[in-house]
Structure formats: structure tokens, C-alpha cells
């Protein structure tokens, strides 16, 4: 039996080269040997207040997007969180199995209400609670998350384990998924920060709808170092990120990017990292073209999507609700 894995990327926004290098193209991969979930988490979205026309164009442009950088709805279950009801039903259950004090330590919950304070609405509270119904809700054994997502993972084998202890077996405590080789894609102004596509400064960050002029001309201005070598090393992180993105790119080691630009100036540089990028999106950037240009098949794959994860989540939703002492 495959083990299963669940992901859950937010519908606003566009993926950006970290995300893709760092997350998404560790998903297709993973499609092979797991049973994968990857849910657009739209419920999630409106924690902050969203423009109705806007949200719903991103959440088709997301699912789309993930499909253009390779996820095959054939060989993993592609969805839209909202249109799969078990995630809401699930989250109420689980909400009457965590504490406020366990809510009220989320870094998140703190540095988000702190940036929307005229909006701390109760789901912005109770957001790591559907992150943890999201999970359990597939029996995922793990869970490929970043840095910033590990506190909601703890949580959630909290919840699951506690839920567990009361009603016996009926949820999968889920691990965190490391990739082997993850690549750390940082910001090209300040590269002690990870790119980011909410960070104010939209030079720090190439965006996978970024035109090749827009791309080239983030990466002409990306902050090098001082030192004049391309050299990867702790002292240049600039450099440094900038050699991991054209290795993740290209496949090359790192020591064979090194070398294939000894000599030159940073200048040179940093206009091939830029084209790297500009092929490598090339295609996918055509391919979401071709999807975002034919809504009725993309709503078509969504719906089969919505299906397919509705289908999969009733036994565990179903276990529950006889656990807990719902007439079933
Ligand atoms: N909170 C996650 C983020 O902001 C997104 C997410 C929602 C998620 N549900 C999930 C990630 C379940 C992993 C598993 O990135």
C-alpha cells in the first residue's frame, strides 16, 4: 500500500520560482511513489478579507498553474478545498478537540493578526484547525511543508493524537516531509530573507507569469557580493543563492556552475541566470496559457478533482462522525 501524502498551497497569489524549485516540483515527483492530495486552499483564503471576482480567478489560475508545472490530475487528486464540504464539516469537529491556548501560541495567528488588526476574525484563529482537518481528513503520513509550517503540523498530531486517545485508531498521525535535496530559494534583494510572493518589494521575487524582460530584468538587479567571484559560500549569499537557482535550473552540480563562470564578471552572470529562467518557464507559462484560455475544460478537471478527493475523504469523515456519536 502507498502512503499518502497532502499538501495545501494558498489561492492567491502566483507561484513564484521558490515555490516551484522548493515545493511544487517536489509534489510531481512524489506523485509516482505516493497516494498524493494537493488541495487549493481557498477556505484558508478568506481568513484575510478577499475580493470575491479576484479570489475565484485565482483559484482557477492556481489549479491551473499546478498542472502547468507538471501535476497530473491522471496521477495525483488535483482540487479546490471549498468545493469538497468534508474539510468544513471536519474542521467544526476538530474544533471542539483544541484549546484556545494551543491557538493563541501559532506565530502565525500572532504576526497575521497583528497585520490585519481590524479584521482578527475567529477563522483567522481557528485557521491551523482546518490545516489540521485538511490533513487527517486523507490518513496522510506525511505532509510537505516549509520552516513556516512546521508549528500547524505539530498541532495537528496534537489534535489527531488527542482525537486518537479518545475514540481509538481513527486518524493517521502525519509526519513532515523533507524533501532530500531542497533547494532554499531566497530573495534576489535580501537574500538572508526566502523569496516570498507577499513581500512588498516585487523585485525580490520572480513570479512564474513574470514576461522574460520582467525576469532578465530581476535578475540584473539582484544584489550580489563584494567579493567578485562566483563562488558559492556563507560570506556571499547572494552569489550563493543565486548559483542554487541556476543549478536547481539546470541540474548541474553546484561545482560545475562554479566553474562554467569562472572569470567572468557578475554582470555576465546574472543575465545567464536570467535566461535559465526565462527557458525553463517558457513552456509552462504556454502551457497555462492554453488552460487558462479554455475554462470549461479547466472546470471540467476541477470538478473530476473535487470528485475524486470528496470520494476519498467520506470514510474517514463517516468514521468520525460515528465516533463522536452522530447518527449516521
Ligand atoms: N497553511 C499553509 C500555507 O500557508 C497551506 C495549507 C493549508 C497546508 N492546509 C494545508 C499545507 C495542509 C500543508 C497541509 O502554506
Not at 48 to 67: F, G, H, N, T, Y
Not at 175 to 186: K, N, Q
Request: hydrophobic share 45%; net charge neutral; glycine share 6%.
Amino acid at each position: 500500500m502507498k502512503q499518502t501524502i497532502f499538501s495545501g498551497i494558498q489561492a492567491t497569489g502566483i507561484p513564484q520560482l521558490g515555490n516551484f524549485l522548493g515545493a511544487i516540483k517536489h509534489w510531481e515527483r512524489l506523485s509516482a511513489d505516493y497516494n498524493c492530495f494537493y488541495c487549493v486552499v481557498d477556505l484558508h483564503s478568506i481568513t484575510v478579507r478577499q475580493d470575491p471576482a479576484k479570489l475565484r480567478q485565482a483559484s482557477r489560475e492556481m489549479l491551473a498553474w499546478l498542472i502547468a508545472l507538471g501535476l497530473d490530475p491522471a496521477k495525483c487528486t488535483l482540487y479546490l478545498q471549498s468545493q469538497v464540504p468534508a474539510h468544513a464539516e471536519l474542521s467544526w469537529i476538530l474544533n471542539c478537540f483544541t484549546y484556545m491556548g494551543e491557538l493563541s501560541r501559532m506565530t502565525q495567528f500572532k504576526s497575521k493578526s497583528a497585520k490585519h488588526e481590524e479584521n482578527i476574525n475567529v477563522g483567522l484563529f481557528s485557521y491551523p484547525v482546518l490545516q489540521t482537518a485538511d490533513i487527517v481528513l486523507f490518513q496522510a503520513n506525511l505532509v510537505p511543508i516549509g520552516d513556516d509550517q512546521r508549528q500547524h503540523l505539530e498541532l495537528a498530531r496534537d489534535v489527531a493524537g488527542r482525537f486518537n486517545a479518545v475514540y481509538g485508531d481513527v486518524f493517521a498521525i502525519p509526519d513532515a516531509y523533507v524533501p532530500p535535496v531542497g533547494a532554499r530559494i531566497m530573495s534576489l534583494q535580501a537574500p538572508d530573507k526566502k523569496m516570498s510572493k507577499s513581500d512588498e518589494n516585487v523585485n525580490n521575487c520572480v513570479f512564474l507569469s513574470d514576461s522574460p524582460d520582467v525576469v532578465i530584468k530581476k535578475f540584473k538587479r539582484a544584489v550580489t557580493d563584494s567579493l567578485g567571484v562566483v563562488k558559492a559560500s556563507p560570506g556571499q549569499p547572494g552569489v550563493t543563492n543565486l548559483l542554487t537557482i541556476y543549478s536547481s535550473v539546470t541540474g548541474k552540480t553546484i561545482a560545475a556552475c562554479e566553474a562554467e563562470f569562472e572569470g567572468m564578471g557578475y554582470g555576465h552572470f546574472k543575465t545567464a541566470v536570467g535566461e535559465a529562467v526565462v527557458s525553463m518557464f517558457r513552456p509552462y507559462q504556454e502551457k497555462h496559457a492554453q488552460l487558462m484560455a479554455d475554462v470549461p475544460y479547466l472546470d471540467k478537471i476541477i470538478a473530476e478533482g473535487a470528485a475524486k478527493a470528496a470520494a476519498a475523504a467520506a470514510p474517514t469523515l463517516a468514521k468520525v462522525k460515528e465516533a463522536v456519536g452522530f447518527v449516521v
